[in-house]
């Protein structure tokens, strides 16, 4: 049998560092999700579709 082992932190994390962990994982999302939007609306995402579909069709034929 194997040994488990104790996943609890030792030191209780204070509100403030957990408020700062969170405020700077929000401020990460936020950048990405504004970097990123552009390709997912774009034309990329639609000549990526068609890729696909062209893929499919010739797997279907085989």
Do not use: C, W, Y
Request: aromatic share 4%.
């Amino acid at each position: 049998m194997t040994k488990r082992t104790n996943n609890r932190r030792q030191t209780p994390i204070n509100i403030e560092s957990r408020q700062k962990r969170r405020a700077v994982q929000s401020a990460m999302s936020a950048g990405l999700r504004t970097r990123f939007k552009p390709l997912a609306q774009g034309s990329k995402m639609d000549d990526f579709m068609a890729l696909l579909e062209r893929a499919d069709r010739k797997a279907s034929k085989a």
